[in-house]
């Protein structure tokens, strides 16, 4: 079968990344002027490719990163599978030293392994995990869709490329991320391989 290649990018800049606001899930904010110029930079560089497909998450920050691509007319889905991870009721909030704290007590416990750990009234890595595995499924029946374009958010690719790569989530903050970044990879069948990692070539001035 021929290779499937997939861009996995990171949404652009929003007012609440900057501010320090927790966002998970629950929070559905808008890019800012500099997410904007992140998504025109993006659509500079790789409009040009033959994607065959458009996914995003439910949340309007990732479908306003490929906006451009969209309204070109590539075939477009929305999926609730790919949205962020919720942080419960740490979203809508600055983050506190004392939120630092517990947070930071909720990481420790996925690099030691309980990825059913989580803040209170969020997801842990393996819900995450089991609602994204429909979504890999998708992809992998899709095998004639050779060039494709998912945009979702920080902590949920995270969880995302440790799936794809057979690796556990105590390793997951591994892959960097930071607005508008790009990691490519390709799919054979069997196996995925990472080509390109944190890429944001794109985004150089």
């Known amino acids: 079968m021929p290779v499937q290649q997939i861009y996995l990018l990171r949404h652009g800049q929003t007012d ?8 998970g899930s629950g929070v559905d904010s808008d ?3 500099r997410g904007r110029w992140q998504a025109e930079r993006f659509w500079a560089a790789y409009q040009h490719l ?9 949340l309007k920050r990732t479908q306003q990163s490929v906006q451009h691509f ?6 477009h889905e929305s999926h609730t599978a ?17 939120e630092d704290v517990e947070y930071k007590s909720v990481l420790d416990e996925w690099t030691i392994g309980n990825y059913d750990a989580h803040l209170p009234g969020g997801e842990s890595p393996a ?33 995302l490329l440790c799936q794809l790569m057979g690796y556990p989530f105590s390793v997951m903050d591994g892959f960097e991320h930071q607005n508008l970044c790009l990691y490519k990879l ?3 069948g069997s196996q995925y391989t990472i080509r390109n990692f944190l890429d944001v070539s794109h985004l150089a001035d």
């Open 16 to 23: 609440f990344n900057v501010q320090g606001i927790v966002q």
């Open 31 to 33: 890019l800012n002027e």
């Open 50 to 58: 033959p994607f065959a497909r458009v996914y995003t998450s439910a």
């Open 70 to 75: 969209i309204d070109k007319g590539i075939p």
């Open 82 to 98: 790919l949205n962020e991870i919720s942080w419960g009721t740490h979203e809508g909030v600055r983050v506190t030293p004392a």
């Open 127 to 159: 819900q995450v995990a089991a609602r994204q595995r429909p979504f890999i499924e998708l992809l992998q029946s899709r095998p004639e869709d050779e060039l494709i374009l998912v945009c979702m958010h920080g902590r949920a690719m995270r969880v």
């Open 186 to 188: 390709d799919y054979t």
